[in-house]
């Protein structure tokens, strides 16, 4: 058995029960086997891949609250530091009923890669809870976040490891637990990122993920002699990252004519209407439902669908494992060029293989959605220096990131052989970095 096979069957074995973990591991350690090929007994000799995929710690906790009528509630937390090799622990936090150890585990792995992949100097670690903040008043928001805070402060610091947000997870969390953390530690410091402006946020750093994969996917079409103006896309989500994804690619020219949530869909053959998603999901917090009271000609469809409506460029920003192979057969057959993920892991490893053999430009969310933390870094980088710098300034830092991080991953695809695989690309290009720091510091 190769080690790579090797290291695989461990993952399973040790951790039953995990399975979007183990979906994230092998899509990593599968499209590194030439790379590992190339020096197979010395990183065997340094357990290197054993290393990798063992979180540097995984801490989960018990997050008790009162809600509104007085009754106790117990929910589960959970923070996985998995590797500190090229910088402090960086990623966000996800408040959702499904949150357990292996979703929170593949998330963390995920990370790695990504922070690696933007060039700065952050390391990869994921928490959250299976919290559930929908139809929760703001006061029993707040009691779980200052909770939840009160045993996670003991782990986390400005240099140590600084969340954010992600599902469930936005500016009134943050700054519900930036309070509480202010509190117990009597430090004002940048120990989160996506705080509100007004206290050492920064500004683009809610665009940042939406606008970021815009960018790369913009890029992406450029190398492959497309223009992405008039390109007709699909989004699914209607969150963070799904609205400024939309924004963004209206801006460019394109038009995105759907857009999702947990309960259902919609088709606005006119393009979706960002003002309107914004004030149902940003200011009201309502249900798609709603969206036809702001667009008449829109449908709004009960359960799944997206993936079926025919565009250019489908563009998955809600959840892992969202786009199944039948969506993406559909999407095929429906002549989509291109393929490129907000969410993390949203495309099941069939779906991506049958992207790719068809010949979909297809780039991989820890390519593709990794503006949102690179533009946290940058918000890390102000809090330190105690300057705020202007949206103008971030939003070109990011456009840059974004544009390098497309060629990083075209230029590592092509070096190895594999040209046009950008999640090869990413996954080298991710590795290469943070294996060097970690054998250079030795056994840790
Ligand atoms: N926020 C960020 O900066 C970053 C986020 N990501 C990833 O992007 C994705 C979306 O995150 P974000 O926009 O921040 O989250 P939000 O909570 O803002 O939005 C999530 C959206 O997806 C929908 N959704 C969530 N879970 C499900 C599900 N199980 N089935 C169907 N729909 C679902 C939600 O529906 P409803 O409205 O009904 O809740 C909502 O519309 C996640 O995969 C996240 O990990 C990646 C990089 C950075
Ligand atoms: O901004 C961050 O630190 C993390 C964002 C995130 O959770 C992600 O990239 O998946």
């Given at each position: ?315 998955p ?6 786009l199944?192979?039948?969506?993406a ?10 393929v490129?993920e907000?969410?993390?892991m949203p495309t099941t490893?069939?779906a991506t293989?049958?992207l ?89």
């Amino acid at each position: 058995m190769s080690y790579v096979d090797q290291v695989i069957e461990r993952v399973v074995r040790t951790t039953p029960g995990e399975p979007e973990f183990h979906q994230a591991v092998k899509e990593v350690l599968d499209t590194l086997r030439p790379i590992i090929a190339l020096k197979e007994e010395k990183y065997k000799r340094q357990a290197i891949l054993e290393r990798l995929v063992e979180p540097e710690r995984q801490i989960k906790f018990r997050v008790p609250w009162i809600d509104d009528s007085g009754q106790v509630h117990v929910n589960t937390g959970y923070r996985v530091q998995f590797n500190s090799a090229i910088g402090p622990y960086k990623g966000g936090l996800r408040f959702h009923p499904s949150v357990n150890l292996g979703i929170i585990k593949f998330l963390g792995f995920e990370q790695i890669f990504k922070n690696s992949l933007t060039g700065l100097p952050i390391g990869g670690g994921k928490g959250g809870s299976n919290f559930n903040p929908k139809g929760k008043s703001d006061r029993e928001v707040m009691a779980f976040c200052q909770s939840y805070m009160t045993e996670l402060h003991k782990y986390i610091g400005a240099d140590a490891d600084i969340p954010a947000g992600d599902i469930g997870v936005g500016s009134r969390e943050i700054g519900y637990m930036f309070g509480q953390y202010k509190r117990i530690c009597g430090s004002y410091e940048g120990v989160l990122t996506g705080k509100g402006v007004t206290f050492g946020g920064s500004l683009a750093r809610k665009e940042a993920t939406g606008y970021g994969l815009m960018y790369l996917t913009k890029e992406l079409l450029a190398i492959n002699g497309i223009d992405i103006s008039g390109k007709i896309c699909s989004v699914s989500g209607a969150g963070n990252v799904a609205i400024y994804a939309i924004e963004k690619a209206h801006d460019l020219g394109a038009k995105v004519v759907t857009c999702s949530d947990s309960t259902g869909w919609i088709y606005d053959p006119d393009g979706i209407d960002v003002k309107a998603l914004k004030e149902i999901k940003e200011v009201r917090r309502e249900r798609l439902t709603e969206y036809k009271n702001y667009r008449p000609n829109a449908e709004y469809h009960e359960g799944k669908g997206v993936w079926s409506v025919k565009v250019d460029i489908a563009l998955p920003c809600a959840t892992q494992n969202e786009l199944h192979l039948e969506d993406a057969k559909m999407l095929v057959k429906n002549g989509v060029l291109a393929v490129c993920e907000g969410a993390n892991m949203p495309t099941t490893l069939d779906a991506t293989a049958y992207l790719q053999q068809n010949k979909v430009l297809f780039a991989p969310g820890k390519a593709a959605n990794a503006g949102g933390v690179a533009t946290s870094a940058l918000e890390m980088s102000q809090n330190s220096e105690r300057i705020s710098w202007s949206f103008e300034k971030v939003d070109s830092k990011l456009q840059n990131i974004m544009i390098g991080i497309t060629h990083n991953i075209d230029e590592a695809a092509k070096k190895y052989g594999m040209d046009g695989n950008y999640v090869a690309g990413a996954n080298i290009a991710g590795f290469n970095k943070v294996v060097n720091a970690m054998i250079c510091q030795g056994v840790c």
